[in-house]
C-alpha cells in the first residue's frame, strides 16, 4: 500500500519568504507527528497531531513554525519569515493509533529545505 | 538534554560478522524502544522494536537486547550483509508524552564485502 507521502520534495527559498510543506499520511492513520533532521542526526520531535487535534507542539523551535491538520488527514507545516537555521530536512511519520499496543511510526521520504 | 545516547558513532563489520551498537537512556518512564534503518536519501524505516517487560527480541538477523536495570539496549545484526550498510537510529518514547519518538544520535555501519 501506499506509504506516508510528504510534497513537495525539494525547497528552496529565499530568506523572509513563508513555506508550507505538506505530508500526506498513510490512509486510515490517527496519528501524525513532524519532525526535523539535521545532517548525521537523528530526527527531533516537532509536533504531534491525533485526528485533527494537535496534542502536542513542544518541539516547535519558536512562534514562526505552526501546523495543521483541519480534516485529520493531510497535515501542513508552515514556517513564516524563514530564516537560513531553518535549512534542514523536514519529515512526517504516520501511526495508525498512539494507544497501546500499535505505536509504529511510518516516516515519510522527507521534504529538504534550503534557505538562502 | 540528551535523553538517548548512542554508539559507536560508526561501525566497519566484514560480511558474515556480527554488528552491535548501543543505546543507554536516562528517563525510566520510557516504555517503547524502536529501531530504525534509513539508507541515503530515505526516510528512517522502522526495523524492530521492544517493550521493557521483555529482555529480548529477535526477528530474523536482527535482534534487540534490553537491559532495564543499567537503562541500556542494543541491537544485534548476525550475518551482517552488505546490504545492512546504512545509519541506524535507536529511539524510545513514552505513553505519557505524545508517544513522540526521542532518537539517538545514529550509527552509521558499513559492512564490507
Known amino acids: 500500500g501506499a506509504g506516508v507521502s510528504q510534497s513537495p520534495r525539494y525547497k528552496v527559498t529565499k530568506r523572509g519568504q513563508d513555506v508550507a510543506l505538506r505530508c500526506d499520511p498513510i490512509s486510515g492513520h490517527v496519528s501524525l507527528y513532524w519532525y526535523r533532521q539535521a545532517l548525521g542526526q537523528g530526527p527531533e520531535f516537532l509536533t504531534y497531531f491525533n485526528y485533527e487535534a494537535q496534542q502536542d507542539k513542544s518541539g516547535l523551535p519558536n512562534d514562526r513554525f505552526s501546523a495543521e491538520r483541519p480534516e485529520g488527514s493531510i497535515s501542513t507545516l508552515t514556517i513564516q519569515r524563514t530564516e537560513q537555521r531553518d535549512s534542514a530536512m523536514y519529515r512526517c511519520a504516520s501511526s495508525l493509533v498512539a494507544v497501546g499496543a500499535t505505536r509504529e511510526q511510518y516516516f515519510g521520504p522527507g521534504t529538504r529545505l534550503t534557505v538562502t | 538534554q540528551q535523553q538517548v545516547k548512542q554508539s559507536p558513532q560508526s561501525l566497519i563489520v566484514q560480511k558474515g560478522g556480527i554488528s552491535i551498537i548501543n543505546c543507554a537512556y536516562e528517563?525510566?518512564?520510557?516504555?517503547?524502544f524502536p529501531w530504525y534503518q534509513q539508507f541515503p536519501g530515505k526516510g528512517p524505516a522502522l526495523l524492530i522494536a521492544i517493550r521493557p517487560d521483555v529482555s529480548e527480541k529477535k526477528e530474523g538477523r536482527f535482534t534487540i537486547s534490553f537491559n532495564k536495570s543499567a537503562k541500556q539496549f542494543s541491537l544485534h545484526i548476525m550475518d551482517s550483509q552488505p546490504g545492512d550498510s546504512a545509519t541506524y537510529f535507536c529511539a524510545a518514547s513514552r505513553m505519557d508524552s505524545s508517544y513522540k519518538l526521542i532518537f539517538g544520535s545514529g550509527t552509521r555501519l558499513l559492512v564490507r564485502p
Open positions: 528517563n525510566t518512564a520510557f516504555d517503547y
